[in-house]
């Protein structure tokens, strides 16, 4: 799970400080939302064609991460 982490990166140059995946403009906040409103991972790499699939389980770990732990 460390490696898939590695993944969400912060800098107060991109979003204002929010985690983003890999540098991109791409929150962890708006994937997460979209995997609650039903969208397939199939579905936002599509949308989305800079993601891969474990940047997507990044995000979701992530998710689970700060749930228990309170920060990423």
């Known amino acids: 799970?460390?490696?898939l982490l590695k993944r969400i990166t912060f800098s107060r140059n991109v979003?204002?400080?929010?985690?983003v995946i890999r540098g991109l403009?791409?929150?962890?906040?708006m994937v997460l939302e979209l995997l609650a409103k039903g969208a397939t991972e199939q579905e936002i790499l599509e949308d989305y064609p800079e993601l891969e699939p474990d940047d997507l389980r990044a995000v979701v770990n992530a998710?689970?991460?700060r749930k228990i732990h309170g920060r990423v």
């Open 15 to 19: 979003l204002c400080g929010k985690p």
């Open 1 to 3: 799970m460390e490696d």
């Open 63 to 65: 998710g689970r991460w």
């Open 25 to 29: 403009r791409i929150s962890v906040e």
